[in-house]
């Protein structure tokens, strides 16, 4: 006998749901810990955020015009092609 999908779904997600009341029993007894300690320390560790922000990288200027001047030429080289294709559309179906 085959067992019913939604059956599996619902005892998987009664097992997520009790092992999320678990964590956040140990998250809330370690947050008490860390505001008892009283340690300054402790209390600003306690308020940075769990992951750290990503940092942002830069693009020098000069970094932008060489981009800038490669897809210019892309777009020319592109634009020739296709003006290139069309005349010999036009010379061949004339």
Do not use: C, F, H, Y
Not at 56 to 67: C, D, G, K, L, Y
Not at 82 to 87: H, P
């Amino acid at each position: 006998m085959v067992p019913s999908v939604t059956a599996t779904l619902r005892k998987a997600l009664q097992q997520l749901n009790a092992q999320k009341q678990r964590l956040d029993g140990q998250i809330t007894a370690i947050r008490s810990l860390l505001e008892e300690s009283g340690d300054r320390r402790s209390r600003v560790r306690s308020t940075v955020r769990l992951r750290p922000k990503s940092k942002r990288r830069r693009m020098s200027a000069a970094a932008r015009r060489a981009i800038s001047q490669r897809m210019k030429a892309s777009w020319a080289k592109r634009k020739a092609a296709l003006a290139k294709g069309k005349e010999k559309k036009a010379q061949t179906g004339a």
